[in-house]
Nanobody
Framework: QVQLVESGGGLVQPGGSLRLSCAAS????????IGWFRQAPGKEREGVSC??????TTFYRDSVKGRFTISRDKNTVYLQMNRLKFEDTAVYYC????????????????WGQGTQVTVSS
């Protein structure tokens, strides 16, 4: 049974940092690329970052480049988020996807349950 379990969300002030974790089980990370998505209230879910299982190429949406870093260690994928902004507030989901290109949700096969990130002063 495929499972993706996120953790590490919370409340942080602007400029602060959080590290999200995504523990994968039921499959190996070589089977899928792992992406991070987020959804803010009233907005569509959007891709944030993705790590290719083929060659460890990383992908980021423009608004998080230079602030977020995706990495993995065995069957856990991390999203280090630095210099957080108000607009980063959202529920963050990790996902097992068949494609990192375009950071789109259509290629996602499995979703985690999500973890809330709130950036507030």
């Amino acid at each position: 049974q495929v499972q993706l379990v996120e953790s590490g969300g919370g409340l942080v002030q602007p400029g602060g940092s959080l590290r999200l974790s995504c523990a994968a089980s039921g499959f190996t990370l070589n089977s899928y690329h792992i992406g991070w998505f987020r959804q803010a209230p009233g907005k569509e879910r959007e891709g944030v970052s993705c790590l290719s299982s083929s060659d460890d190429t990383t992908f980021y949406r423009d608004s998080v480049k230079g602030r977020f870093t995706i990495s993995r260690d065995k069957n856990t994928v991390y999203l280090q988020m630095n210099r957080l902004k108000f607009e980063d507030t959202a529920v963050y989901y990790c996902a097992a996807t068949t494609s990192c290109y375009g950071l789109g949700p259509l290629e996602v096969h499995y979703w985690g349950q999500g973890t809330q990130v709130t950036v507030s002063s």
